[in-house]
């Protein structure tokens, strides 16, 4: 058997890039491996395209909500081809730049294929075998398929491929209530579209602050159906419709849904399967995640993982952050510790939703914590523009001042979040964004009065 032998072998090039970069950097050989597109889920089938999708989806609302301020607007038509085609036109540039890049990068072989371990050190590509000195594992996760009747049988979309719609569906039936569904399901009924969601959970975005997510569920119930705590049975065909069977959690009661397509969002299913990690004596957790340790170690020292295949934060900018010190601490004697602290997220639906830190339902007992909230109304600048919903929402130590948790529903939720999140990275407390001036009037006013409402600071 002919093994090539390398000093760093990638598997995946999302933020797995990262350490290619790096490693080029100090002149070693590397090889990398991706089994789909170049530059992983966020450019392809992730956080750009989606999106470039929400975009218009937004300025659609900003339309209709356009009346609370006297101006009587509409949409002549929704040009679903040039919307569609816009959003492919960028990725398919983001994948032609990236590939290039792969191309011409001196001491880098590129494999395209799926990887899997055969043993300890040592993985193969399409009946070639490659031999790493230290393994990075960054091959994400795929859409979570449940055990739905009849699927197997039909045309359903996911995240990966309701980029390639050619026609908008009339209707759509949206399995799953996390943040991709409510997401594609604000795209989708801003566009027309009739939409029906069927969650499982209790609560639509349940990492959510439970205010948080009701008032989510509210506003978007205005636009599409919405059945929570329900279980998908059952799908069948019936001419250009589908229908779906699904049983109600609460009553046990069962009800149909119908649609000219469905789009399964059901969760993520780590890719660690695909590699058959077994192999090489690296452990995962029971829903098949890999496991690591503060250092972003798997259980065999040379190989070292980061980003959703492990199951912790899904979100790049964790990733990114994560290749920074798996980086460091599998080329360093001097180990560093990855501390997320408080991990910031934010969820693209109308409305916005931002969040970080702790919420309200996990406060223990013993915690003595001060709650604020202020109405995008009772500042100025959201009294202007006509806002009637959302809120922030502070949770703060009684006795330290220090944040602990902000939350966020309403326009421009994740850029209004930035200066908490900026704060609580120091371990800071209300006096330290208190400290500067906010203008007035301006949005961030909603953060300071929150926090404010919290202390009792007017």
């Not at 997401?183 to 801003?190: I, T, Y």
């Not at 929570?228 to 250009?240: L, M, P």
């Not at 959201?382 to 806002?387: E, F, I, K, L, S």
């Not at 850029?415 to 964004?433: K, W």
Request: with cysteine; net charge negative.
């Amino acid at each position: 058997m002919v093994v090539k032998h390398y000093d760093v072998i990638v598997v995946g090039s999302g933020s797995g890039a990262a350490i290619v970069d790096a490693a080029l950097s100090h002149d070693m050989s590397v090889a990398l491996v991706e089994k789909d597109q170049p530059g992983g889920t966020c450019p392809n089938v992730g956080c750009i395209p989606s999106k470039m999708l929400v975009a218009p989806a937004d300025r659609v609302m900003e339309i209709e909500e356009a009346r609370n301020m006297g101006l009587v607007a509409s949409v002549e038509r929704v040009d679903w081809p040039a919307i569609m085609g816009r959003m492919r036109d960028v990725r398919r540039e983001n994948q032609e730049h990236m590939q290039d890049a792969l191309n011409h990068a001196p001491s880098l072989d590129y494999y395209h294929g799926i990887a899997h371990f055969i043993d300890k050190a040592t993985l193969e590509v399409d009946g070639t075998h490659l031999s790493g000195k230290t393994i990075y594992l960054v091959a994400g996760v795929r859409p979570s398929i449940p055990p739905i009747e009849g699927l197997d049988k039909v045309d359903y979309l996911t995240n990966e491929n309701v980029f390639d719609l050619e026609e908008q569906p009339r209707s759509i039936i949206i399995v799953g209530g996390g943040y991709i569904a409510s997401e594609f399901a604000h795209f989708f009924a801003a566009m027309g579209t009739r939409v029906t969601i069927v969650g499982r959970n209790t609560r639509l975005v349940p990492q959510e602050d439970t205010e948080v997510s009701e008032l989510l569920k509210e506003r978007l119930s205005e636009r599409m159906l919405i059945h929570t705590h329900a279980e998908a049975i059952r799908v069948v065909r019936s001419g250009t419709e589908l229908i779906l069977t699904a049983r109600d959690l609460d009553n046990c009661q069962t009800f149909e849904a119908h649609g000219e397509a469905l789009l399964v969002a059901a969760g993520r299913t780590s890719n660690a399967d695909l590699l058959e990690v077994e192999k090489a004596g690296v452990r995962v957790d029971r829903h098949g995640f890999i496991q690591v340790d503060k250092y972003l170690r798997t259980s065999n020292p040379n190989i070292w993982t980061f980003g959703d295949i492990t199951g912790r934060h899904m979100y790049k900018h964790a990733a990114n952050r994560e290749a920074i010190y798996a980086w460091h601490n599998s080329q360093n004697e001097e180990k560093v510790a990855m501390h997320f602290g408080a991990m910031p997220s934010a969820v693209f639906t109308w409305p916005q939703i931002a969040s970080i830190g702790l919420r309200e339902k996990d406060i223990r007992p013993d915690q003595h914590v001060h709650i604020g909230r202020a109405y995008y109304a009772d500042v100025a600048k959201g009294m202007a523009m006509g806002v009637q919903y959302g809120f922030a929402k502070a949770l703060v130590d009684g006795k330290s001042g220090r944040i602990l948790g902000f939350h966020i529903i309403g326009p421009e939720a994740s850029t209004l979040i930035q200066e908490v999140i900026n704060v609580m990275a120091r371990r800071g407390t209300v006096e330290d964004i208190d400290a500067g001036l906010h203008i007035h009037p301006a949005m961030p006013e909603l953060v300071l009065t929150a926090l404010g409402n919290a202390m009792h600071i007017h």
